[in-house]
């Protein structure tokens, strides 16, 4: 009876006595990949970030499906977004014929491309930002997205496009000191610091000042 009990508690662990296999490896170490490749480009090591992003890439390569590695670089894409580092995300574009409309409308949302865009394709937390920045009443949207990383993307897209509001500036740096993200913080401090120096406000650009040269103390690592 011992040697049953036994034979069916390690059945229930590992899954190897059920009718439902467990999931492809492949799908964990992708998304675990992914998840490790944002939280360190955000916080600024760079070399850790390459390293987690080559291996949730060659994870989904392994499928074969191009519309999975599409994924993993629409993700990094909007990562370096959110850190206010803009590009076309080329590496996306060239696999986006087998991706979904709603894919390819973020695509275009992250890369400034919003005339004709679609808002009802977007992620639902950047809607509003899209509605919001085309009515140019300069009002606040970002407090209203709960994610902390969706929000700097929304900031980030907001910037791109010369449509954010002074309050989001606010809140995307708060953001970015609240997470410990130290590349999008530093991005940020440095569009408040050419504000308050545009404005003559030399307290406050010598506050700024202080709050980057303490986060900047250690460089990025860079590759």
């Not at 040697?3 to 009718?19: E, P, R, V």
């Not at 009443?137 to 902390?148: Q, T």
């Not at 308050?196 to 000042?209: F, I, K, V």
């Amino acid at each position: 009876m011992k040697t049953i009990c036994l034979a069916a508690l390690l059945c229930a662990a590992f899954a190897g006595c059920t009718s439902n296999p467990p999931p492809p490896a492949w799908k964990g170490n992708a998304g675990s990949a992914l998840a490790a490749f944002s939280d360190a480009y955000l916080r600024g090591d760079t070399n850790i970030a390459e390293t987690e992003f080559a291996r949730a890439r060659g994870e989904m390569a392994s499928t074969g499906r191009p519309d999975l590695v599409a994924h993993a670089e629409l993700v990094r894409c909007a990562t370096r977004v959110a850190s206010l580092e803009y590009d076309a995300c080329p590496a996306f574009e060239a696999l986006a014929q087998d991706t979904t409309p709603a894919e390819r409308a973020y695509a275009a949302y992250l890369a400034g491309r919003w005339d004709g865009l679609d808002a009802a394709l977007l992620p639902e937390q950047h809607r509003a930002v899209l509605a919001a920045a085309r009515a140019v009443d300069g009002k606040s949207v970002l407090a209203a997205i709960g994610d902390p990383l969706a929000r700097l993307v929304a900031a980030g897209a907001l910037m791109r496009q010369a449509r954010i509001a002074p309050a989001d500036i606010v809140l995307a740096t708060g953001t970015a000191s609240e997470q410990g993200w130290r590349r999008p913080l530093l991005m940020w401090l440095g569009v408040s610091l050419k504000l308050a120096q545009a404005a003559g406000d030399t307290a406050e650009a010598a506050r700024l000042q202080r709050r980057i040269d303490l986060a900047g103390a250690t460089p990025l690592a860079l590759p």
